[in-house]
């Protein structure tokens, strides 16, 4: 049964990965559309074709592989500087930029002059190219608020789990109490495994969150409401300052790091608490913040994976991972001992967060990538609007095929740092826990 789930989470993935390919592309092709813009092809995947329609001047089809798609409009690139399309030349560098120039008219078609990408307004290009990437972020925000409000996340409730027996300082990292140690506040004042704190010192807690910053900013005489067996109890504790773990101000912890503030010693018991819409939208801000700032950390990030990949080290919980690592992932969830809905809510935040990257990946400002044909759009219009400021002839549109070797540079990058994380996804996989 197992071994089932597990193939079923798998196509799930990919079943959900190939969705978030067409919808990224739909932005482009709809915008494409609406601007003029001749669209010959419009496919999802990569390699040879399986399946193809054409409707329109548009061919509508899925190819093999599944690890991309693509729309092909016509005019990426503008013609040389004598508007005609020039002979092949031996220099390398040379020949990537006419290739690629020749490769966006290759498909022209009489009447195809007045449909050509790069003769729309660089606001209309901007808009052509951010369109895909948005589609992504849409759909990521839409699942995430939808399973954060209607099946919640597990999460530290005001629910009491245990409570410490003695006062230890959190960088003591033991639970066993020395020789001569006092007792907790919290076991001082009778507070009982399974009490769920309704109000500290006469403040509603509505969240963990909310109880703990109270708790830290206490130290002396304390009033706690708890609801036990149905009934109301109110206890008094006598808060006393201690070293503890500091936190990172999204819920977690930072490791090794503490602080002294006020304790009163329980651990809080977790649960899968729906979230309201101002808590939703906070969580679905961080979860931007740290999607970025794993990006711009992902080349210090490389050593490690090399290690995991090649020489057996470990493959840590924040390691980059690829659609293979994505979707043995999702194996692993379904196949998880948990409730289905649970197992659903999870599959769908692997999904939002696949998504999520994918907008952040293609703002990259570097060509091949979306982000590089928006960044040359932009600086067509900045070039434009300084002409005309200072009075000079329009310079016309920004050549963006010149940035070809370029392109082809970071694609290459692209390519080995993708063959790196299939390696470890397969050798050295990163796993639930």
Same mark, same amino acid.
């Given at each position: 049964?197992?071994?089932?789930?597990?193939?079923?989470?798998?196509?799930?993935?990919?079943?959900?990965?190939?969705?978030?390919?067409?919808? #990224?592309?739909?932005?482009?092709?709809?915008?494409?559309?609406?601007?003029?813009?001749?669209?010959?092809?419009?496919?999802?995947?990569?390699?040879?074709?399986?399946?193809?329609?054409?409707?329109?001047?548009?061919?509508?089809?899925?190819?093999?592989?599944?690890?991309?798609?693509?729309?092909?409009?016509?005019?990426? /690139?503008?013609? @040389?500087?004598?508007?005609?399309?020039?002979?092949?030349?031996?220099?390398?560098?040379?020949?990537?930029?006419?290739?690629?120039?020749?490769?966006?008219?290759?498909?022209?078609?009489?009447?195809?002059?007045?449909?050509? /990408?790069?003769?729309?307004?660089?606001?209309?290009?901007?808009?052509?190219?951010? =369109?895909?990437?948005?589609?992504?972020?849409?759909?990521?925000?839409?699942?995430?608020?939808?399973?954060?409000?209607?099946?919640?996340?597990?999460?530290?409730?005001?629910?009491?789990?245990?409570?410490?027996?003695? $006062?230890?300082?959190?960088?003591?990292?033991?639970?066993?109490?020395?020789?001569?140690?006092?007792?907790?506040?919290?076991?001082?004042?009778?507070?009982?495994?399974?009490?769920?704190?309704?109000?500290?010192?006469?403040?509603?807690?509505?969240?963990?969150?909310?109880?703990?910053?109270?708790?830290?900013?206490?130290?002396?005489?304390?009033?706690?409401?708890?609801?036990?067996?149905?009934?109301?109890?109110?206890? #008094?504790?006598?808060?006393?300052?201690?070293?503890?773990?500091?936190?990172?101000? #999204?819920?977690?912890?930072?490791? @090794?790091?503490?602080?002294?503030?006020?304790?009163?010693?329980?651990?809080?018991?977790?649960?899968?608490?729906?979230?309201? /819409?101002?808590?939703?939208?906070?969580?679905?801000?961080?979860?931007?913040?740290?999607?970025?700032?794993?990006?711009?950390?992902?080349?210090?990030?490389?050593?490690?994976?090399?290690?995991?990949?090649?020489?057996?080290?470990?493959?840590?919980?924040?390691?980059?991972?690829?659609?293979?690592?994505?979707?043995?992932?999702?194996?692993?969830?379904?196949?998880?001992?948990?409730?289905?809905?649970?197992?659903?809510?999870?599959?769908?935040?692997?999904?939002?967060?696949?998504?999520?990257?994918?907008?952040?990946?293609?703002?990259?400002?570097?060509?091949?990538?979306?982000?590089? #044909?928006?960044?040359?759009?932009?600086?067509?219009?900045?070039?434009?609007?300084? =002409?005309?400021?200072?009075?000079?002839?329009?310079?016309?549109?920004?050549?963006?095929?010149?940035?070809?070797?370029?392109?082809?540079?970071?694609?290459?990058?692209?390519?080995?740092?993708?063959?790196?994380?299939?390696?470890?996804?397969? $050798?050295?996989?990163?796993?639930?826990?």
């Amino acid at each position: 049964m197992t071994t089932w789930m597990t193939i079923l989470g798998i196509v799930v993935f990919v079943v959900g990965l190939l969705f978030s390919i067409a919808w #990224h592309e739909l932005g482009h092709l709809s915008t494409a559309k609406m601007f003029g813009i001749r669209v010959p092809q419009y496919m999802v995947g990569f390699g040879p074709t399986l399946f193809s329609r054409k409707k329109g001047d548009t061919e509508y089809g899925v190819k093999a592989i599944p690890l991309g798609g693509y729309i092909r409009m016509i005019g990426m /690139f503008p013609p @040389g500087n004598d508007g005609q399309l020039q002979a092949r030349s031996s220099s390398p560098f040379r020949g990537m930029i006419e290739d690629a120039r020749s490769a966006a008219f290759e498909e022209l078609q009489p009447g195809d002059e007045k449909r050509l /990408f790069y003769t729309r307004k660089p606001w209309k290009r901007v808009i052509v190219m951010f =369109a895909g990437p948005f589609m992504n972020l849409i759909l990521a925000v839409v699942i995430f608020m939808s399973v954060l409000m209607g099946f919640g996340i597990n999460t530290q409730t005001t629910q009491v789990g245990s409570v410490s027996d003695c $006062v230890i300082s959190a960088a003591a990292r033991t639970d066993t109490c020395p020789a001569g140690a006092k007792d907790s506040p919290a076991k001082a004042a009778g507070l009982r495994a399974g009490d769920k704190i309704v109000s500290f010192n006469g403040n509603a807690v509505p969240d963990w969150g909310a109880l703990q910053q109270q708790i830290r900013d206490t130290t002396g005489p304390a009033t706690l409401v708890v609801e036990r067996h149905g009934e109301r109890t109110t206890l #008094h504790a006598d808060l006393i300052e201690n070293k503890v773990a500091k936190t990172d101000g #999204h819920g977690g912890y930072v490791a @090794g790091e503490y602080v002294t503030a006020g304790f009163l010693g329980f651990t809080p018991a977790s649960g899968v608490v729906p979230q309201t /819409f101002g808590q939703s939208v906070d969580r679905m801000g961080n979860m931007v913040q740290q999607g970025a700032e794993a990006l711009v950390s992902l080349p210090a990030k490389i050593p490690d994976l090399w290690d995991a990949a090649f020489n057996g080290g470990e493959r840590k919980q924040d390691s980059p991972m690829g659609v293979v690592g994505a979707a043995r992932v999702g194996g692993e969830v379904f196949s998880l001992d948990i409730p289905p809905e649970q197992r659903v809510a999870t599959m769908l935040f692997l999904v939002a967060g696949f998504n999520l990257s994918l907008f952040l990946f293609n703002m990259l400002p570097l060509l091949p990538l979306d982000g590089g #044909h928006i960044a040359g759009a932009v600086w067509e219009s900045i070039r434009r609007a300084f =002409a005309k400021i200072v009075r000079r002839p329009d310079p016309g549109p920004f050549d963006v095929a010149r940035l070809m070797p370029v392109a082809y540079v970071v694609a290459g990058i692209f390519i080995c740092f993708t063959l790196l994380v299939l390696v470890a996804d397969v $050798v050295n996989p990163v796993k639930l826990t």
